[in-house]
Nanobody, 124 residues
Framework: VQLQASGGGLVQPGGSLRLSCAAS????????TGWYRQAPGKQRELVAG???????NYADSVKGRFTISRDNAKNTVYLQMNSLKPEDTAVYYC???????????????????WGKGTLVTVSS
């Protein structure tokens, strides 16, 4: 299983970016999935998560500005980031809990996978 993140880049404060993360490989279904970020000198932190059923959760620092969504048919999760601030600058990683077959799904044996990360820089 591979997760390929894309959509990062340089944006001015107040601007927007949309990150995508596509999962490929031996996938039966995906449970929870989400986005994390790691700024220089800081620990990796959860930005937003979404369950298979669509329930979302967000870090307090991004509530009202970021929106996570997923397309189960495409095994893809998105992060729409609006009103970006310099403190949002970080490498953004996607994570997914993947079931490779029906047994994984039925018995909750999914494994977590990480994408390589995409850099988001918010600067004027």
């Amino acid at each position: 299983v591979q997760l390929q993140a894309s959509g990062g880049g340089l944006v001015q404060p107040g601007g927007s970016l949309r990150l995508s993360c596509a999962a490929s490989g031996s996938i039966f279904s995906i449970n929870n999935t989400g986005w994390y970020r790691q700024a220089p000198g800081k620990q990796r932190e959860l930005v937003a998560g979404i369950s298979r059923g669509g329930t979302t959760n967000y870090a307090d620092s991004v509530k009202g500005r970021f929106t996570i969504s997923r397309d189960n048919a495409k095994n893809t999760v998105y992060l729409q980031m609006n009103s970006l601030k310099p403190e949002d600058t970080a490498v953004y990683y996607c994570n997914a809990n993947v079931n490779k077959d029906l047994n994984d799904d039925l018995f909750n044996r999914g494994m977590h996978y990480w994408g390589k990360g995409t850099l988001v820089t918010v600067s004027s």
